[in-house]
């Protein structure tokens, strides 16, 4: 028998086994995508969580003058663990936490004092990491 003619006899077969194997590739690939999206989903909501947390931290110290619910290295923790997360994320989520991380790196020991220019940084780079944050869930697959 020729390999034509198998081909013929065989053609739902072969067809059969070529859906088969794209359906299979497909469905990896669909569960790694949605994996990674879920990753990074998750990273996001802790992130804005402790954002809030930090933010809270900034406020407390800088206007309550409240030295034991606004203790800035309560802020350093939030920062650090911010930082942590925003490295499962996107590099734009990570640039920002950067930023964060030097807003607080360089403004933390002027909270509390009469320097504006500290709690505005800080605010800034906040919010700037917020909104990136919120963007890269939105556009989640």
Excluded: C
């Amino acid at each position: 028998m020729k390999l034509s003619e198998q081909i013929k006899r065989n053609a739902i077969a072969l067809i059969s086994l070529f859906v088969a194997f794209s359906a299979l590739g497909y469905n990896t690939w669909r569960n790694e995508a949605s994996e990674e999206n879920r990753n990074i989903r998750k990273a996001g909501f802790e992130t804005i969580v402790h954002i809030g947390k930090l933010q809270r931290t900034a406020y407390l110290v800088h206007f309550d003058k409240d030295k034991v619910r606004g203790n800035p290295r309560i802020g350093w923790t939030e920062v650090l663990l911010i930082d942590d997360f925003s490295r499962l994320m996107p590099i734009k989520v990570n640039n920002k936490s950067k930023s964060l991380l030097k807003a607080w790196e360089n403004n933390w020991q002027a909270l509390g004092t009469k320097d504006e220019k500290a709690i505005q940084e800080i605010d800034k780079a906040i919010n700037d990491l917020r909104n990136v944050v919120l963007q890269t869930i939105t556009e989640l697959d």
